[in-house]
């Protein structure tokens, strides 16, 4: 069995949205297109309570795109984003969500980030995707959404860890690039065994 994960492709990070990706909007069409060749479709949404502690607007002093130290590690700050219930946080209008037979939501923790569909951002509080997924017999993956270099990123990392067969359509995918995090997304995807297609 072959899943078909869209990685949060909701209004704050298309254009005009909060934490845009530029040329996000661009993938929703593709994305439609591919789901009838998989035999499951899964979605996963950014849903973070207001006053997340992973927004910038959290942290005095610090701006969005700044990092800051967390119990769990590093950390990326943000604008405000994917607030649970807000129009950003809804999937972009235009996304084909009827054939989707699981959304999963992540970051609604307010001390911790998620950017992996399969673990928050401490890499060992899980989500529940891979149970489900091992119970529906789904042994191949092919991931896509936003963004490459964070969401689509780690969740395939961690996907390839625990033993997932992993494709990245990249054509499918837009990144954010901060600082070089995209090329050393696409090194670490590629050394974990992820194929980029
Ligand atoms: C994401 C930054 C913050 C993503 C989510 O979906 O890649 N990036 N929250
Ligand atoms: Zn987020």
């Not at 704050?12 to 990706?21: E, Q, S, T």
């Not at 661009?26 to 035999?39: G, Y």
């Not at 809804?90 to 084909?96: G, K, R, S």
């Not at 989707?100 to 950017?115: H, N, P, Q, T, V």
Request: hydrophobic residues 45%; charged residues 20%; proline residues 5%.
């Amino acid at each position: 069995m072959h899943a078909l994960v869209v990685i949060d492709v909701q209004n704050d990070f298309c254009p005009g949205g909060a934490l845009a990706v530029t040329g996000g909007d661009e993938i929703v069409a593709p994305i439609n297109a591919m789901m009838a060749e998989f035999d499951a479709v899964i979605l996963t949404q950014d849903w973070h309570p207001a006053g997340h502690s992973s927004f910038a607007s959290q942290h005095p002093g610090k701006v969005p795109l700044e990092m800051t130290e967390m119990p769990y590690g590093p950390q990326v700050l943000w604008p405000d984003h994917c607030v649970q219930g807000s129009m950003g946080a809804a999937f972009h209008p235009q996304l084909a969500t009827d054939r989707a037979e699981l959304i999963i939501r992540k970051g609604f923790r307010a001390g911790i980030d998620s950017y992996s569909a399969f673990f928050e951002n401490d890499h060992e509080t899980p989500t529940g995707l891979e149970g489900y997924l091992r119970t529906r017999g789904i042994e191949r993956l092919t991931l896509v959404g936003l963004a490459t270099d964070f969401c689509v990123n780690f969740s395939a990392l961690d996907a390839a860890r625990l033993g997932f067969e992993v494709t990245v359509h990249e054509a499918a995918c837009r990144g954010i690039d901060l600082d070089g995090s995209l090329a050393a997304a696409r090194k670490g995807m590629q050394e974990a065994g992820v194929t980029l297609a």
